[in-house]
């Protein structure tokens, strides 16, 4: 204890012993175990440099002097008899007749208690934790029934009433136990530490098992801990109990959706589930698949049989009514949630209700620093998982709430805040999110040579494309909020900071909302040059993400004329370089010509040869195979001396113009050199992490292979691009390379698979088809 405490400080032994005042010796001899039992002046001298609270001071001095010599405790007159028949001591709650979705735990806890109930180490102990109304008393209760003949000695129920007012104390707790095993109450110790001694003097030999139901914390667990070495001891609490070393733990999630329904049938009859099925799915879903809310519900209906399911689900849609709605004579959810809340210092009550302002399903330590200001926001976060008010999410890092837990928080915000701080909370929480969105963007997603925006807490390009993908449900809906209260300065400085990150990550429709808002904000401010360039944003959008010419095609021609508007070159060149990509009537050569010659006059070389790549690729379109060649060979020696810091846009760039060089060097037939083109692409687009383009090479590769007989290679590669294409929302693609596949597996001899992946593309076909418009 001491070394652990000394190490945790950092000091060695001779700085501890300086600071303490005793010598290397004492110190070096109370960590090897020669020296057991301190005197209590040395324990007390070593608190202040080990900075030990008042519970690990008072442990070491209790670790200590239980080791010194004395006469064994004086057993009660009742032990010439067995301590107690086999027997519940404290009363042990009925067995839930009902209990569903609990079979593993109870499995894992029947497999810890044979280990204990065949000795031969100290007593077992497994803490039970979760969000409050998981049932675990409900499983330590079963347990405790189905697990009697294992422990013939006896059953100790306590229960520690850790989320009431006043908890239970370990004294009050032990001089029950003690009168339950037969000691006379004026033989019952005074001090806690002789009381818990003389009970694990009583239960040494004994085979018992111990719940300890509703645990506030470790110090109020750490006395009853009383079992010998034959006993299993189950502690149940809505805290996680971390500080407890040396013990099992279990965590209690939500039922599954299976189990789920079988609860509630189990309440209200297989009958009326059945007659109402959708409605059940929905029911156990606004319960949260959370035990106690769906027991509420089933008893709610079960004492209503004349209502439908689809009444009492119409009542839970209503968030603002559902904790309401959750409420059957005296079990109510609201009530259950509300004793974890008081438990919670002031800082993380806080955090936790102004946490329900976060738009999206997660969130981290910076958007509780937005909220709240706090310096300590990853404690805070802890505390609430530990509290068991939050839980940690499938993304390493962040948290997120039970949804029955997300409408209390909501309801403490409005309860217990004045309005105008919950939205002063609120905006500075848009704020954070759309100005580190911006940052991150325009900060590592840029061609280098580029203005950069700044973006100090984002250090590097794979930190921010991070951020921007597990943020993105929280910062675009903060876009959203922006657009509304009339920032337009602020949406159309995120819309264009996206640009180039939209050709690496999201999705097609992330990105049609987002230049959507940028456009509809420049609009309103009658911002010419930037209405320009969203609109040809929205142009690469419509067709490269949508499939939709024609209205590509439309917003090429707007932008060009608002590009004109502005008397800037730049749009007006990438205006043309869009019609050319979307409209079949125009006369592509001169439009690349004159974006050519714009790009020339504006000085800009990398759009210049961007545009050059363009014109390669509509060579290689036209049939013109050699021309391309030439055309794209200026563009890779460009590329491939270009100074700079190389970001991940510049490796994007490069890998779109070695993805094109590809597929034109297997129409000259020169297969060998394509496919190391598609190598080098995808290198490329690893490297910039483009999702996109890493699905569109892969596309050609695969396409390639198939062409040279490659059937396994093929079918490798296009099944690799399906699995990305689906990541960025490209069902169209998808389509396209289900039916390419289905061909090679045909022809690999396996029809049975190939109708599979013929299915699955008839089935995304109808799931996107979309009717013509009148």
């Not at 609201?334 to 800082?347: A, K």
């Not at 937005?370 to 805070?380: F, K, P, Q």
């Not at 921007?468 to 920032?487: D, K, Q």
Request: glycine share 8%; net charge negative.
């Amino acid at each position: 204890m001491v070394r652990a405490r000394r190490e945790r400080a950092r000091l060695t032994q001779e700085e501890l012993a300086e600071h303490a005042g005793i010598s290397v010796r004492a110190i070096s001899d109370i960590e090897r175990g020669v020296a057991r039992s301190p005197q209590r002046r040395t324990i007390a001298a070593l608190a202040g440099p080990l900075r030990l609270s008042e519970v690990e001071l008072g442990g070491l001095l209790a670790t200590a002097k239980a080791a010194r010599p004395r006469p064994e405790p004086t057993a009660p007159a009742t032990a010439t008899a067995p301590v107690f028949s086999p027997a519940v001591v404290g009363v042990l709650p009925p067995e839930v007749d009902d209990l569903v979705g609990r079979a593993a735990e109870l499995a894992d806890v029947r497999d810890l208690a044979e280990v204990a109930a065949a000795g031969g180490r100290a007593g077992e102990v497994l803490v039970l934790s979760g969000p409050p109304g998981t049932g675990k008393t409900a499983v330590a209760t079963s347990a405790a029934h189905a697990l009697g003949g294992l422990f013939p000695d006896g059953r100790i129920f306590l229960k520690l009433r850790g989320m009431a007012e006043v908890p239970g104390t370990p004294a009050d707790l032990l001089h029950v136990v003690l009168r339950s095993l037969g000691v006379d109450g004026v033989r019952v110790p005074a001090e806690v530490e002789q009381r818990t001694n003389l009970c694990r003097f009583l239960l040494r030999d004994r085979r018992v098992l111990i719940v300890l139901d509703d645990a506030a914390d470790e110090a109020q667990v750490r006395p009853l801990l009383l079992g010998g070495s034959r006993s299993l001891t189950l502690v149940t609490s809505r805290q996680m109990l971390v500080g407890l070393a040396g013990v099992h733990r279990a965590a209690l999630e939500v039922l599954s959706r299976d189990a789920a329904v079988e609860l509630v049938v189990s309440i209200v009859g297989p009958a009326r589930v059945a007659g109402e099925p959708r409605a059940s799915a929905e029911l156990v879903e606004l319960c949260g698949r959370l035990p106690l809310a769906l027991r509420i519900a089933g008893n709610r209906l079960a004492s209503r049989p004349q209502w439908p399911i689809d009444r009492l689900v119409g009542q839970l849609r209503d968030r603002g009514g559902r904790l309401t709605a959750l409420t059957a004579g005296d079990l109510r959810l609201r009530g259950v949630f509300d004793m974890s809340y008081r438990q919670l210092r002031e800082r993380a009550a806080t955090a936790f209700r102004r946490l329900s302002l976060v738009p999206g399903a997660d969130f981290a330590a910076g958007a509780v620093v937005a909220l709240t200001g706090s310096d300590e926001a990853d404690d805070l976060l802890e505390e609430l998982a530990d509290a068991s008010l939050l839980q940690p999410s499938p993304e390493q890092g962040r948290y997120q709430f039970h949804d029955l837990l997300r409408v209390f928080a909501a309801e403490c915000l409005v309860r217990d805040e004045p309005p105008e701080v919950a939205r002063e909370a609120e905006e500075r929480l848009t704020a954070w999110l759309v100005r580190t969105a911006t940052g991150a963007a325009g900060s590592h997603f840029r061609p280098s040579g580029t203005p950069r925006v700044a973006c100090a807490e984002l250090p590097d390009h794979v930190a921010a494309g991070r951020w921007l993908e597990v943020e993105r449900t929280n910062w675009l809906p903060a876009l959203r909020r922006t657009a509304a209260r009339g920032a337009h300065r602020e949406v159309i400085a995120l819309a264009r900071a996206m640009h180039w990150y939209s050709e690496i990550g999201g999705t097609a429709a992330t990105w049609h909302e987002v230049f959507g808002l940028g456009l509809d904000s420049a609009l309103a401010i009658d911002d010419r040059l930037a209405e320009a360039a969203l609109r040809n944003f929205l142009s690469w959008t419509e067709f490269t993400l949508f499939d939709r010419p024609a209205e590509a095609a439309e917003l090429a021609r707007s932008a060009r004329t608002a590009a004109e508007a502005a008397g800037d070159l730049r749009e007006q060149a990438w205006a043309r370089v869009y019609l050319t990509n979307c409209d079949p009537d125009a006369d592509h050569k001169t439009l690349l010509d004159e974006a050519i010659a714009l790009f020339t006059r504006a000085g800009n070389a990398l759009d210049l040869h961007i545009a050059r790549m363009h014109r390669g690729t509509r060579l290689h379109q036209s049939g013109d195979h050699q021309a391309a060649a030439v055309e794209l060979a200026a563009c890779i020696d460009f590329f491939s001396h270009r100074a700079g810091e190389n970001t991940p846009v510049d490796s994007t760039i490069h890998g779109y113009l070695m993805w094109r060089s590809a597929e034109n060097l297997a129409a000259i037939g020169s297969p060998e050199l394509a496919l190391r083109h598609c190598e080098q692409a995808l290198a490329l687009f690893r490297a910039g992490t483009a999702t996109m383009g890493e699905a569109t090479v892969l596309r050609t590769w695969g396409t390639l292979a198939h062409s040279q007989g490659d059937l396994p290679e093929a079918r490798t590669r296009l099944l690799e691009a399906l699995d990305l294409f689906g990541q960025v929302g490209q069902p169209r693609r998808q389509i396209e390379i289900l039916d390419e596949i289905a061909d090679i597996t045909q022809r690999s001899g396996d029809p049975r698979t190939a109708n599979h992946h013929r299915q699955h593309a008839a089935a995304l076909t109808e799931a996107n088809y979309e009717p013509p418009t009148e």
